[in-house]
């Protein structure tokens, strides 16, 4: 027993000493039982290699608790301890939840607006590559980075990992019974680093670019790693739980069935309850999000007009993890321009969903953002972390589409609400005035010009509100038109966007 | 009988005094019956004005004609006479129809691609707005033409109309028992027009923009509307019906099973089988071109990505007739950019279909090309021209998308072949290399670059294909790319396509 006292939402660990013979990693079973006052919080073990067995712990309530734990070994059955909690460090705000039906928040309550960006094998790569891509990180904006815990086998992506997720076995191949702690540890001093800049890791857990076996392994190893690493993991306060990249890619080795599995298992061992999802290779193969053990939508379209609907089908968050990288690889679904994908982050969260980036610039050394990180080459990434400023200024409850998002005009238009904020994004038009989701009541407001590409935002001109015309037959004239109080001068230029704030 | 000859698909007409008292256009019945060896057309005479009845033919076949007439007025009944058909003028090649399942052509074989824009209500416009417009027709490349029997009441479009189309009644208002022949006369000259011109005229025959009563006819009005519109103009090779603009913004006043009616009227007295379609305002709302009576789809939708799927869901020519217009004005379906309509009318072409253009940028004095014709002031008719005349250097079979234009990477690249010249378009993709799609054989081929927006054409660079890596676990590493011969190198910006044609 190390430490004496941990902050709320950090990692409290506890080492053991057990058996280092046969294969612990199969043969012991350990569970930890954390309390404080009446409540029990059961945690699972796990094996480290050398003898030495853990339980990570992450507290969500200061004071005193204590521990015992449970083997099927005597070393390591019935120990116990206890430590203090203190308050959160600053800056740290707990996990991230669902909250508001369609968006996400901190544990504290702090609204979490979700900017991710990808790079499926960072961890893989070599040190050097991996302090760059944590320093180009602190640069950015995003808070969430998509990450897998096996190596990568793809074009631009043929060197081997800096460790093997497995150890190797007597015949020199890896021995998926026997997991490699240190890649394990490795993977969470990352995890750990990208927590202290303020990232979600969003694991992914299984994809299908192999060639090391990790795709073939059978049934009960699938398992036993879920288990595994649901038991290293789950302690810390940023994971995010991917079940796959592209799991439809995966379902010749790994039938239907066996993904519930995976989700229940970690249900049953992950008691903070960090979210849940499962992403989508062809969009037609979306996961059925609606299961009641998946906490938000992940997906991958590049339609994203069409976010209303994942919404409406599925009833969570949505974030569209993949539509599409700025770059320009030969892969289609890696070479859209940075201002396409800036396009496909407003139109996104103006929907009420999220969008993730991605880069994938072709490179002398195939040192590419999306799958290795190290440095960014494009321009989207600065125009995502000024939408992400520009949008907390305001938040409370999370970007809502305005009135009935799938009908008219709303269904060509990108608009939404937060609060008594109001946004429209106009994208690929460009009206030289607008007046449709503009406040209809007397008080009065402050409206701002955004330039998406640009990055600026400038006091936009109000005017009056058109005349009124009957638009079909039958309709009724009314004195003004019945939807806006005032209208937005524009500059006649696509991708600008209005913010509408009430001044009292 | 004033003519003894006419050219194929010319129009023959006769005219036939009869009675001019009561209400003719109830009273009377008139058809015509057209011979030539075994053949009999029968052909709907209509009532002119002014004592005069009139019969019109579109003789489909040379040599000699003959033919009589039935009617309940004695003075109109077993009338005959005989004509002869010349050789059809140059660059008549007679109606348009449906050819290759999802296309089109002339009568005589010579394909037709359709390039249609927009002008609803141009005929109803001071004669001197009409003259321009059809000057500025001339100077394009559009070749259809949208345009309604009945002048619009909208924003923009509050002048009264050239002619009224009823006659008034005792109480100065419209009597929809009496067609005023002036106007269709009107009508008709323009059509006719247009038709020197080679552009095909998609007569909307209803639409919900009406302050003057014409939504409001009693259903047997309607009915009688249709054939007696049919009577006058389907002699005119170049009409095509649109039974409406909005079809489902009428249903308040002209219920489904109405629409169907029309239809069929227009089946039993177009002697000639013109194109027919109906038009969607709600994108939910596309009618059921499967129905028999139906040629082809027509269809109001911006997310033009989808066409292969209503060419799935109608298995006919699919024409999107409205993915937004290039303007600026207030209306969200009437203020795309000029480069997001091209692109649009790319990405549509080249996934089967085909797209129509409209203008709407605001004005002082209202004059918006879209409703009123007259001066197009934009930038992506001159694009569409180009795309047409690219298309036609080669135009055989009509454009198909490749492979599986719903799976990757047709979902996300647009690309099309017409015959053995191959297409693709990269819209807001912009590889540097490209290589799916191209040929798999080692026959020599020319390529060139498309520069969409600056309307160039220039020799695309060859490269090898990239070396072979397997994408996914398991996959076969084969010697050289399966989908490719050779590959292209590109300039890495977006809207570029390339096309690829045989040398021998």
Chains 1, 2 share one sequence.
Not at 77 to 90: E, I, L, M, N, Q
Request: net charge negative; glycine share 8%.
């Amino acid at each position: 027993m190390t430490n004496t006292s941990v902050a709320k939402w950090d990692v409290y660990e506890a080492s053991l000493a057990g058996p280092a013979g046969g294969n612990p990693f199969l043969d012991v079973t350990l569970d930890g039982f954390f309390r404080q006052h009446g409540r029990v919080v059961r945690v699972p073990g796990f094996y480290d290699g050398g003898g030495v067995y853990k339980l990570r712990f992450m507290p969500d309530n200061e004071g005193e608790w204590s521990f015992s734990t449970r083997s099927n070994v005597a070393e390591l059955d019935g120990k116990s301890g206890a430590f203090t909690v203190t308050p959160a460090r600053p800056e740290v705000h707990g996990p991230v939840r669902v909250a508001n039906k369609f968006h996400f928040a901190y544990a504290d309550g702090t609204p979490y607006l979700s900017f991710g960006t990808t790079c499926y094998a960072w961890t893989h790569q070599p040190l050097a590559e991996q302090q760059k891509t944590l320093a180009t990180l602190k640069k950015t904006r995003f808070n969430k980075i998509r990450m897998g815990v096996f190596p990568k086998d793809y074009p631009y992506n043929v060197n081997e990992p800096l460790h093997d997720v497995y150890q190797p076995g007597a015949d020199g191949k890896l021995d998926f019974d026997r997991p490699n702690p240190e890649s394990f540890r490795h993977f969470e001093n990352q995890v750990k680093a990208l927590g202290e800049l303020g990232i979600e890791a969003d694991i992914i857990i299984f994809h299908p670019y192999d060639r090391w076996g990790y795709c073939d392994m059978s049934e009960e190893q699938d398992y036993r790693y879920v288990a595994y690493l649901t038991a290293r993991l789950a302690a810390y306060r940023n994971v995010w739980w991917a079940l796959a990249n592209e799991y439809d890619f995966l379902l010749d080795t790994k039938p239907l069935h066996q993904w519930e599995r995976y989700f229940h298992i970690i249900e049953e061992n992950d008691p903070y309850g960090h979210l849940r999802s499962i992403h989508n290779g062809d969009p037609a193969a979306n996961y059925d999000h609606r299961k009641p053990w998946v906490t938000h939508v992940c997906i991958q379209n590049w339609d994203v007009k069409r976010t209303p609907e994942w919404r409406a089908d599925y009833g969570k968050p949505v974030v569209n993890d993949e539509p599409e990288y700025e770059g320009n690889i030969i892969q289609c679904w890696g070479n859209i321009s940075a201002g396409e994908l800036t396009h496909r982050f407003w139109t996104t969260l103006m929907r009420g969903g999220y969008a993730g980036h991605g880069e994938t610039y072709s490179h002398p050394q195939d040192l590419i953002w999306w799958a290795k990180g190290g440095e960014l080459h494009g321009e989207a990434w600065k125009r995502i972390g000024f939408l992400r400023d520009l949008l907390e200024e305001d938040v409370t409850h999370g970007l809502e589409p305005i009135e009935r998002a799938t009908g008219f005009p709303w269904n060509r238009i990108s608009g939404a609400r937060d609060g008594d904020v109001t946004y429209i994004y106009f994208g690929e038009h460009q009206p030289v005035i607008w007046a449709a989701g503009l406040p209809q009541d007397d008080r009065r407001y402050a409206v701002d010009l955004i330039d998406t590409w640009n990055m600026t935002v400038t006091p936009a001109k109000i005017v009056p509100a058109p005349e009124n015309h009957p638009t079909r037959h039958g309709a009724i004239v009314r004195p003004r038109r019945p939807d806006a109080a005032f209208a937005v001068e524009l500059p006649g230029k696509p991708y600008l966007a209005i913010r509408v704030r009430p001044l009292d």
